[in-house]
């Protein structure tokens, strides 16, 4: 049975850093595009990055890019999400997921696999 069980979320003051990690089991991902999403309250799910199957090509949100860094240790079965500058707008809850094909993508439909999330706030 296929899993994913992010960590790494908590409480943090604006302008820290946090890091999330994402850990698969039940089958190998290596050749499968994995990404990040988010969704705040009263809000839709919205992608925050997507790294391909060799982590060689990555996809940022605007709103995150240059503050947050995807990456992915396939050995592992594990993709990461390191968040800095974070500030209140990156409040919710951030769920991993994993693609239906090799390539990054930000389309929610094109991800077969999700975790349950984990809670990240971040205090003004």
């Known amino acids: 049975q296929v899993q994913l069980v992010e960590s790494g979320g908590g409480l943090v003051q604006a302008g820290g850093s946090l890091r999330l990690s994402c850990a698969a089991s039940?089958?190998?991902?290596?050749?499968?595009?994995m990404g990040w999403f988010r969704q705040a309250e009263g809000k839709g799910r919205e992608v925050v990055a997507s790294?391909?199957?060799?982590?060689?090509?990555?996809y940022y949100a605007e709103f995150v890019r240059g503050r947050f860094t995807i990456s992915r240790d396939n050995a592992k079965n594990t993709v990461y999400l390191q968040m800095s500058s974070l500030n209140p707008e990156d409040t919710g809850v951030y769920y991993c997921?994993?693609?239906?094909?090799?390539?990054?993508?930000?389309?929610?439909?094109?991800?077969?696999?999700w975790g349950q999330g984990t809670q990240v706030t971040v205090s003004s």
């Open positions: 997921a994993v693609c239906k094909g090799s390539y990054y993508s930000a389309r929610t439909e094109e991800y077969e696999y």
């Open positions: 039940g089958r190998s991902f290596s050749n499968r595009a």
């Open positions: 790294i391909n199957w060799t982590g060689g090509s990555t």
